[in-house]
Structure formats: structure tokens, C-alpha cells
């Protein structure tokens, strides 16, 4: 059986202008700053006006560890938002832009699948209306005025050991993750030895996300900390007066993106993803803004629910004031074969035992999200090949944890395919049964927050962190960062930083080996095991399938 690829089906969509999807929103044209026919900036003077309306519904989708079989959040993300516009609900979907790391990569791009997805592709997993070039080059201005503060004479003081400010770029390169700069003589600086991390973890995209206007977003870029002086007192990024012209060039990026899904039904895209590395959430601007216009706002958490679900939670809905009133989990009964041991050349045959054996990684998150105190529901992602027989044993399960699992067929058939789950997610946010918490309060101590969520989320016996790590914790509280939430960089294929092992461990260490203070962004980044904060390439780059056709037409994007 043949089927269209996501890059054809997405070729063929009726798109709508974008004024007209503005509209169901009640965007007027005067506060829609197009780009082309098919996208547009919303203005800050139609979201200035809308903030005493009551707030929508708001469904969280996240999903179970990934694995190369698929899961399908983003997908069902936009799936779920075209189903609760199919059964009369005013519903807006809010997602984030796709990485051109992951896009040459291995991933892909960002904008579902199938017969839910958002539209124009192409672009949307491109450079889309510049977004991310803008933060890298916000961020990499910061930089270069570091390193010529020091060149002019360091009126500062700047420890040039103790400069902290990386540079970053939007691609996968190994090659940066540790170099040295300003060799070649006097007339370039004073070497250094620094690094490039990609542009999603940059602290700046971090600031452009949790920002709620222009004015905290300056506030914001100003109380970065960019280095330390001889004496260990910081030097923030508002010394070096960057602050001003980095808010100008992030003044079109931080209005969130209006496009549209396949069914022409309205989605914000803004925000970076990587919930590995970074907070991984849709721009808090967007999805306030799309919560006084919809009825009901579907928005994606990265990764798994131990990451991207945690961060949504104890970072994004803590700093905005936000509080998810279902949660919707993906899974495949593919990723629970695989989690269950079987290969992936042959997950096309029937396996019920597999998919039994894989389900506790499902159960694991079942029960972290619980945790949270919002009611969860599970959407099984109907992959072509499952059988009835390894459907019922997730639905089974499920049962049996306390939740109920919801076959969907929205790859294959769009909102027609996954109207029972948008209905009994709406019947669930319409019911006010959710009784959000986050996990940790503000006043616990910085390694306390950590044991917490190495122990309640990922399960793990003891964190493993040295004397060095647990003083620049004790220091950071003495500063005042004692309130801050904890932002776990960590593998995503597994509740350990070792990505091989699948299902759901216990009783395993969880070692940190490095923690960084984004002050402006508001969290401590805590580093694990080996994951790394500039991804590399794989070794068959996606990369060598992209090209243009003979039409001019892109290729291989998926």
C-alpha cells in the first residue's frame, strides 16, 4: 500500500489567505503583519487588546520516550485541534517552530504529518519568517561586544577565564562544540577557549519564549549574566549595553507566527523546540494570546512527558500563570514493540507480548503526569499495520493505571479520524476536574528541586553531582537564584541518561556534569550524563535527500 508523503500532501493543501484565518480569531487586518499570502506576524496592539477576555481550555499533548518507530505528538497536536473545530468547538492550536538542526538531521522538521499538518510546510521548517536568524543574531551580538569590551580595554574587569556567553548557531556541527577564538595576533583579541551551542538552547530564545512584551523582554536580555570579574561579581549583559539594540533585533520575532493546518483552522507557531536541551515550549505570548481567542488551545510540550511535559509545567505554566486542563499522551503500539525489545526491521508483524512488555514506559508517564494533578488521557497514533489485538492491549493497560486510551486516525484521515478523542478531551476541560500543581515549590533548595524530579519523574536511586556542582548551586541561592525551577538537559530516549535503556527503569544514578545559570530566562540549566548542547550529524544526514526538483520544487523535508 502506497501513501503520499507528508512534503506532497501538504503541496496539495486549499490554503486560505492568511487574513481569512485571522479572522476566526477575530485578528483584525490592521494587526496582521503578512508574510506572503499564507502567514502573518500578529501585532502587538491587537494582543495589547485582548488581555481582559477569560481565558480558553487549555490541552497540553505530550507524549511517551521517543523511539525511531514514531510517536506522532506534533501530528496529533494538530490533529486534535482540527477535531475540536470538527465537533463546533472554536479551537486554535499552538506549536513550535521547527530547528533547521533536526531538519538536515535526523528528526525532520516540525509541522505534523500526514493529513494533519500545518501549512506552508516548506517554510515553516525553512526559515519561516526569521525567527530563529534573528535570536542567533541577537545572541551572537551579545558576543561579539564581550570579546570587544576585552579588546578595548575591559572598563569591566572581565575575568576573560570566566566569560560564560557562548555563541550559537541553527545547525547541527560537532566540529564547534569547543574551540578557541581571536588567535592570529594582537589585532584579533585575546584567545579564549569558548564554544557554539545550537540556537534552540540559547538563553535568548529561552528569554524571546517566557517573555511576556517588549519591555520584559529587555528586562530580561538585560539580566543575563555574561561573565565573572576577578572577584566573582557578574557582569550582566546591560553593562555592556547590549540589551537595546539585541530587544531591536528581536522586535518582529518576539510577534507570534499565524498560520494554518491543512483544514484551514488557525495555529500559532512561535517558540523554539529541543526539551532535551532547552525549556522546549511554545512562546508564552502566543499561547496567552491564543487562550483569549479560542474556546479551546491545543499546544505540544517536547519530547517526552519526563522533559517536555515537566519543563511545560514547572517552568512555562509556573512563570506565566497557566494551568493545563488535560493532558492529552501519545503513544504508538510501534514504540511500545520497541520498548518491548522488538527490532525495528520488524515491528510490521504482530507482537501482543511486545507491546505488553513495552507498555510500562506508558504507565511511567501515566503516572508522572498524575503527579501533576491534571486528568490524562491516552491517544494511541494508529500507525498502518497495528492490529486489533496489540490495540486492546494498550487500551488494556491503560485501564488498568486508572486512564483511558483513545484510538486516533488523524494521520491517515484528519479530524474526521480522531473525533472521539477531541470530545472526550473536551468533556474532560469543560468539567474543571483539573487541580494543577507543580511538582516543587520556589522555596526549595536549588539540589532539592533536582533530587525531586531525578526521583519522582525519572525514578532514578541518587543524584550524582561533586562537591563543585553542589558550592556554584549553594552560591547561586546566596545571590538570590534560590527560587528559580530547574530546567533538566538530559537524553530524551530514556527516564535515564543512558538512551538504551528503554521502558522504565529504576534504581539507576542520575550524574550531572554541568549547571548553568540562565538568569534571564529565569531557571537553572542542569546538564546530565552525555547529552550535548550542539547536537552533531548522524552519520546519513538528512541533509543528502533535500534538493530541488525539476519543477523547482523542494524534496525530502518531512
Known amino acids: 500500500m502506497s501513501f503520499k508523503s507528508d512534503i506532497e500532501i501538504a503541496r496539495e493543501a486549499d490554503k486560505k489567505p492568511i487574513q481569512e484565518i485571522g479572522a476566526k480569531l477575530g485578528i483584525p487586518l490592521n494587526q496582521l503583519l503578512p508574510y506572503g499570502h499564507d502567514k502573518a ?13 477569560p481565558n480558553g481550555k487549555l490541552i497540553l ?17 494538530v490533529g486534535l485541534g482540527d477535531g475540536l473545530n470538527r465537533i463546533g468547538k472554536k479551537a486554535a492550536i499552538c506549536i513550535r517552530e521547527a530547528s533547521l538542526g533536526p531538519c538536515f538531521g535526523m528528526k525532520g522538521g516540525a509541522a505534523g504529518g500526514g493529513y494533519a499538518q500545518v501549512v506552508p510546510m516548506e517554510d515553516m521548517n525553512l526559515h519561516f519568517t526569521g525567527d530563529f536568524h534573528a535570536i542567533t543574531s541577537a545572541h551572537n551580538l551579545l558576543s561579539a561586544m564581550i570579546d570587544n569590551h576585552i579588546y578595548w580595554g575591559n572598563e569591566l574587569q572581565i575575568d576573560e577565564r570566566r566569560v560564560v ?26 584567545p579564549r577557549q ?76 512561535h517558540g523554539g523546540p529541543f526539551a532535551n536541551i532547552a525549556h522546549g515550549c511554545n512562546s508564552v505570548i502566543a499561547t496567552t494570546t491564543a487562550l483569549k481567542c479560542a474556546d ?53 508483524a504482530e507482537n501482543v507480548k511486545a507491546v505488553e512488555a513495552g507498555c510500562p514506559n506508558l504507565g511511567r508517564h501515566i503516572a508522572n503526569l498524575k503527579q501533576f494533578g491534571v486528568p490524562v488521557v491516552v491517544g494511541i497514533n494508529h500507525f498502518h499495520g497495528d492490529t486489533e489485538a496489540e490495540i486492546e492491549a494498550v487500551r488494556a493497560y491503560v485501564a488498568e493505571q486508572g486512564a483511558e486510551a483513545i484510538l486516533c486516525r488523524h494521520w491517515a484521515e484528519g479530524s474526521a479520524g480522531i473525533e472521539d478523542l477531541a470530545r472526550r478531551v473536551a468533556e474532560i476541560a469543560e468539567s474543571g476536574v483539573s487541580q494543577f500543581a507543580p511538582l516543587y515549590p ?14 519522582r519523574i525519572y525514578r532514578a536511586e541518587d543524584v550524582m553531582a561533586d562537591k563543585k556542582i553542589r558550592d556554584q548551586l549553594k552560591a547561586w541561592e546566596e545571590a538570590g537564584y534560590g ?6 538537559a538530559k537524553t530524551q530516549y530514556s527516564f535515564s541518561t543512558d538512551p538504551n535503556l528503554r521502558g522504565a527503569p529504576v534504581g539507576h544514578n542520575l550524574p550531572i556534569r554541568e549547571v548553568r545559570l540562565s538568569a534571564g530566562a529565569g531557571f537553572i540549566v542542569v546538564i546530565c550524563g552525555e547529552i550535548m548542547t550542539m547536537p552533531g550529524l548522524p552519520r546519513v544526514p538528512s541533509a543528502e535527500a533535500i534538493m530541488l526538483n525539476d519543477a523547482g520544487q523542494i524534496e525530502g523535508l518531512f
Open 41 to 53: 506576524k500578529v501585532g502587538q496592539g491587537f494582543i495589547d487588546s485582548v488581555q481582559d477576555r
Open 61 to 77: 499533548v505530550t507524549a511517551i520516550n521517543p523511539t525511531p518507530a514514531g510517536e506522532g505528538k506534533t501530528t496529533t497536536t
Open 165 to 190: 556567553w557562548r555563541r550559537v548557531m541553527d545547525m547541527n556541527d560537532r566540529a564547534l562544540r569547543d574551540i578557541v577564538t581571536s588567535l592570529g595576533g594582537v589585532s584579533n583579541g585575546f
Open 194 to 269: 569558548t564554544g557554539f551551542d545550537i540556537t534552540v538552547a540559547s538563553e535568548v530564545m529561552a528569554i524571546l519564549c517566557l517573555a511576556t512584551s517588549l519591555g520584559d523582554l529587555q528586562q530580561r536580555l538585560g539580566d543575563i549574566i555574561v561573565a565573572y570579574r576577578r572577584d566573582r561579581t557578574p557582569v550582566y549583559c546591560r553593562d555592556l549595553k547590549a540589551d537595546g539594540a539585541m530587544t531591536v533585533l528581536l522586535k518582529d520575532a518576539m510577534q507570534p507566527n499565524l498560520v494554518q493546518t491543512l483544514e484551514n483552522n488557525p495555529a500559532f507557531v
Open 296 to 348: 479551546f488551545v491545543v499546544t505540544e510540550a517536547g519530547f517526552g512527558a519526563d522533559l517536555g511535559a515537566e519543563k511545560f509545567m514547572n517552568i512555562k505554566c509556573r512563570k506565566a500563570g497557566l494551568a493545563p486542563d488535560c493532558v492529552v499522551l501519545v503513544a504508538t503500539v510501534r514504540a511500545m514493540k520497541m520498548n518491548g525489545g522488538v527490532a525495528r526491521g520488524d515491528l510490521g
Open 442 to 455: 520556589d522555596d526549595m533548595p536549588l539540589f532539592k528541586k533536582i533530587e525531586t524530579i531525578a526521583q
Open 483 to 488: 527560587g528559580l525551577p530547574v530546567c533538566m
